[in-house]
């Protein structure tokens, strides 16, 4: 498994930005989706976006299209979530995860249960 830390999180107002960083450490990356989740008070934990580690290809939840992006920086081990144009709706604790040769059907990687590596979570609050 990878060991996975967030960090980055914090307080801010609605329109503003964030860039959540999401380090890793483990044996081997290749063949990894790394993802972010999040979850609201009293709901689900519900996708957010996903990166293939190998090739970058991308992966947007519909609420989060042309304002979060998903990134990494292979040299350094870390995944990034940009997130601009912060809405209160985003409010959130928000989870890296990872899996190692996820499955080939695609839609299983929208799904939290796919992950087999997650963080601690980090705390984002937009206020009106």
């Known amino acids: 498994q990878m060991q996975l830390v967030e960090s980055g999180g914090g307080s801010v107002q609605a329109g503003d930005s964030l860039r959540l960083s999401c380090a890793a450490s483990?044996?081997?990356?290749?063949?990894?989706?790394m993802a972010w989740f999040r979850q609201a008070p009293g709901k689900g934990r519900e996708f957010v976006s996903a990166?293939?580690?190998?090739?970058?290809?991308?992966y947007n939840a519909d609420a989060v299209k042309g304002r979060f992006t998903i990134s990494r920086d292979i040299a350094n081990y870390v995944v990034y979530l940009q997130m601009n144009s912060l809405k209160p709706e985003d409010t959130a604790v928000y989870y890296c995860?990872?899996?190692?040769?996820?499955?080939?059907?695609?839609?299983?990687?929208?799904?939290?249960?796919?992950?087999?590596?997650w963080g601690q979570g980090t705390q984002v609050t937009v206020s009106s």
């Open positions: 995860a990872a899996k190692r040769f996820p499955p080939l059907d695609r839609t299983r990687w929208f799904v939290d249960s796919t992950y087999d590596s």
């Open positions: 483990g044996r081997a990356f290749s063949g990894y989706v």
């Open positions: 990166i293939t580690w190998n090739g970058g290809s991308t």
